[in-house]
């Protein structure tokens, strides 16, 4: 089992900036990848950023590329999300998830994910 406790949520205006982190607890050496996600009032999850554990290499979502930048550190199983330039369209439930295995391919997908955490509010006033 993996735990995960996300941290950095709040209140911010467009243009400003936000550092969420997830902290990764319990069976944590069998990590394929971590990811963020975000749901929005009335619509669907959706993939924001996610890191292949091993190699530390990143993927985002095209709406966020530019503007996020995620990070691990491996010692304190560790991810982060550096949201700059916030826009009010960024303004979501923030999900941080794990997998034990998987594909690049795969890491977009929230069904991929086997653990969740509780979600940290993000709004951006514009």
């Known amino acids: 089992q993996v735990q995960l406790v996300e941290f950095g949520g709040g209140l911010v205006q467009a243009g400003g900036s936000l550092r969420l982190s997830c902290a990764a607890s319990?069976?944590?050496?069998?990590?394929?990848?971590m990811g963020w996600f975000r749901q929005a009032p009335g619509k669907e999850r959706e993939f924001v950023a996610g890191?292949?554990?091993?190699?530390?290499?990143?993927y985002y979502a095209d709406s966020v590329k530019g503007r996020f930048t995620i990070s691990r550190d491996s010692a304190r199983s560790t991810v982060y999300l550096q949201m700059d330039s916030l826009k009010a369209e960024d303004t979501a439930t923030y999900y941080c998830?794990?997998?034990?295995?998987?594909?690049?391919?795969?890491?977009?997908?929230?069904?991929?994910?086997?653990?969740w955490g509780q979600g940290t509010q993000v709004t951006v006033s514009s």
């Open positions: 319990g069976r944590t050496f069998r990590t394929y990848a």
């Open positions: 890191i292949r554990w091993a190699y530390g290499t990143p």
């Open positions: 998830a794990s997998t034990l295995s998987g594909t690049t391919a795969t890491l977009y997908t929230a069904d991929s994910y086997d653990y």
